[in-house]
Nanobody, 123 residues
Framework: VQLQASGGGLVQPGGSLRLSCAPSGRTFSRYAMGWFRQAPGKEREWLGGTGWNGMSVYYADSVKGRFTISRDNAKNTVYLQMNSLKPEDTAVYYC?????????????????WGQGTLVTVSS
């Protein structure tokens, strides 16, 4: 079972990026999915998560209004749309699946972690 986040890269401040997370090895349509990030020298930070059907979506205050989480279970993919990016958003971004941690941010209560993708916000 693997989770692979993709879509990272270099973007200018104020720009947008959309990250994708496409699990392989099994379907995650019944799993809660979440997004985290970790900047150099900092702890991993929960950004938000969604329940299995995408109807309930939760966000950390730090990204509420700028980031949007969605999922397409037909494609077995979850997305993180990031707008109005700031230099402090620079980090490695991870998707996570299963467990209460995906929607609450409890790091020790996540079933699966994905490989991260680097987002760099710089002019």
């Amino acid at each position: 079972v693997q989770l692979q986040a993709s879509g990272g890269g270099l973007v200018q401040p104020g720009g947008s990026l959309r990250l994708s997370c496409a699990p392989s090895g099994r379907t995650f349509s019944r799993y809660a999915m979440g997004w985290f990030r970790q900047a150099p020298g900092k702890e991993r930070e929960w950004l938000g998560g969604t329940g299995w059907n995408g109807m309930s979506v939760y966000y950390a205050d730090s990204v509420k209004g700028r980031f949007t989480i969605s999922r397409d279970n037909a494609k077995n993919t979850v997305y993180l749309q990031m707008n109005s990016l700031k230099p402090e958003d620079t980090a490695v971004y991870y998707c996570a699946a299963g467990g209460r941690g995906a929607t609450t941010g409890q790091l020790g209560n996540v079933d699966y972690w994905g490989q991260g993708t680097l987002v760099t916000v710089s002019s």
